[in-house]
Structure formats: structure tokens, C-alpha cells
């Protein structure tokens, strides 16, 4: 007689079962580093440091009400205890000298979308195709937890991180604002097929590049080869427009735009 796979009591204990599973991770290219999953208070305790060193321009708050531990003496502290009763994730990368080289953060947005809030490696590891890796290890990671979607937002100026996002398979799912942080490009990855289909679909399918009298580029957002070309090119991503037609990523000569 067949039995259908015992489900663990909880999503809880499930991630756990698959955490257990996955890490400590090595990555094939770079066998030296090495990936592990922390909690928050480690994961702050180790990358403040850095992000102090390297992205000061984005972290100018503090931490302490971030911690599970905070004082819930105010309204914010209580907000962000519940807030972190989501499932989350905090991964930390070591070289092979125990040194801390790379973080990710991120957080479920819904119950089929994970939200790839802040990753970032220090200047020791760039360049060595590493960046790629861990996408791949973490994207694979969170698809066994039943994620389809992950969306993650950038900086428009940070193009060789744009490029590495459409190089493993995201595409451009619009630009947004941020009065903290500025403007925005939105990646978007998705795992099933049919649901990618449909996206294309509904943004216009794969019709070809076409410039505006202004000297725009408009590039359909699942058009990934062409809107990495036109990055190499100096132009940069400023708007994502959608009409009867279906949806365009414009962009524009930095050279000549301003």
C-alpha cells in the first residue's frame, strides 16, 4: 500500500528540515567559501561592521530595533517584533580564513514571493563570478521552501548588479521609488514556467527594441540579452511604461540625458 510523504507539523519545522539539509554550503566555483545560515542577532553582529565600511550611504540607522531582544518598551519595537514573525532569512559568507565576505537578507512578501531585500560582498571576493553562485545556491535553496516568485530592488546607477540578476534569469518588473533610498529597478524571478509564459505574455512578449523621438529605448522587461546590451552601452534603465500594447523598459543615454 502507498503512503503519501508524512508533512512535518509546521512550515516552521519544514524550513528547519531543509535548512539542516542545505547548509553549511560550499560553492563549486570558489570551494574555499562558504555559505551558512545565522539568525538575526549573529547576522547584525557580523555585518555591521562591514556595512558601516562599504555602504555607509545606505545604512544610517541603527540596528537595535531590528533585534528580537529590543525592549518593548515602544511602539516601534512592538511593530517590529511582529513584523519579524515572518519567515526571514540570514545567510552569512566566510572565506577560508573564517572571514566574514558577503551577507543576504531577505523576507517572505507573500505566500508564494520572497523578497531579496539586501546582499552584497566585499571588494576581497568581487569579480570572481561568486556574485552568480550564491544566487543560484539561495534561489534553489527557497524553491524547495515552495517560493515561485523572488523580487529583488536596486539602485539604477548599480548596473553590474542589474546585469548579474538578468545574466541568472530575472527580469526587469518595473522601477519604483523609494523616499529613503531614491529610485529603483525591480528584478522579478520566476521558477514556473507556465506562470514565466504568462508574464511574458501579458507584457508584450519578445517583440524587438524600439527608440522614441526623445531617445529612449524601449525593451520588453523579459527581453533580459537586449536590455543587458543596451547596459553595456552606457545607457540606464529610468522608467518602465505600460499601455494597450503591453509593458516597455525605457532607457536612456547617460551621456546625453543630462
Known amino acids: 500500500m502507498d503512503y503519501a510523504p508524512r508533512l512535518p507539523a ?3 519545522d519544514y524550513v528547519h528540515q531543509v535548512q539542516r539539509e542545505e547548509f553549511p554550503k560550499t560553492l563549486e566555483c ?3 567559501i562558504e555559505m551558512r545560515r545565522t539568525c538575526l542577532e549573529e547576522y547584525l553582529a557580523a555585518t555591521s561592521h562591514l556595512r558601516s565600511e562599504y555602504f555607509s550611504i545606505l545604512y544610517t540607522g541603527s540596528d537595535a530595533s531590528w533585534r528580537n531582544d529590543a525592549p518593548a518598551v515602544t511602539l516601534e519595537a512592538l511593530r517590529n517584533r511582529h513584523y519579524l514573525q515572518r519567515h526571514a532569512e540570514y545567510i552569512l559568507i566566510y572565506d577560508a580564513s573564517e572571514n566574514v565576505v558577503g551577507w543576504f537578507q531577505g523576507e517572505m512578501l507573500d505566500l508564494r514571493t520572497f523578497y ?5 560582498l566585499t571588494p576581497s571576493v568581487r569579480g570572481k563570478g561568486l556574485s552568480s553562485a550564491i544566487l543560484h545556491g539561495i534561489v534553489g535553496y527557497l524553491t524547495r521552501l515552495g517560493y515561485e516568485r523572488f523580487v529583488s530592488h536596486h539602485l539604477t546607477a ?3 548588479v542589474i546585469c548579474t540578476m538578468l545574466r541568472a534569469g530575472f527580469a526587469i518588473g518595473g ?3 523609494d523616499e529613503r ?3 529603483h529597478v525591480e528584478t522579478l524571478y520566476l521558477t514556473d514556467e507556465r506562470r514565466r509564459e504568462h508574464a ?3 507584457t508584450g512578449g519578445l517583440s524587438s527594441p524600439w527608440r522614441s523621438n526623445d531617445g529612449r529605448l524601449h525593451v520588453r522587461p523579459f527581453d533580459s540579452p537586449s536590455i543587458r546590451s543596451a547596459l553595456s552601452r552606457n545607457l540606464r534603465i529610468d522608467g518602465y511604461q505600460v499601455g494597450p500594447t503591453g509593458s516597455w523598459v ?3 543615454d547617460q551621456r546625453v540625458s543630462g
Open 10 to 12: 509546521s512550515f516552521e
Open 30 to 32: 570558489l570551494p574555499a
Open 116 to 120: 531579496m531585500r539586501n546582499a552584497a
Open 158 to 160: 548599480n548596473v553590474p
Open 175 to 177: 522601477v519604483v521609488f
Open 181 to 183: 533610498f531614491g529610485v
Open 200 to 202: 511574458v505574455r501579458v
Open 250 to 252: 525605457t532607457l536612456i
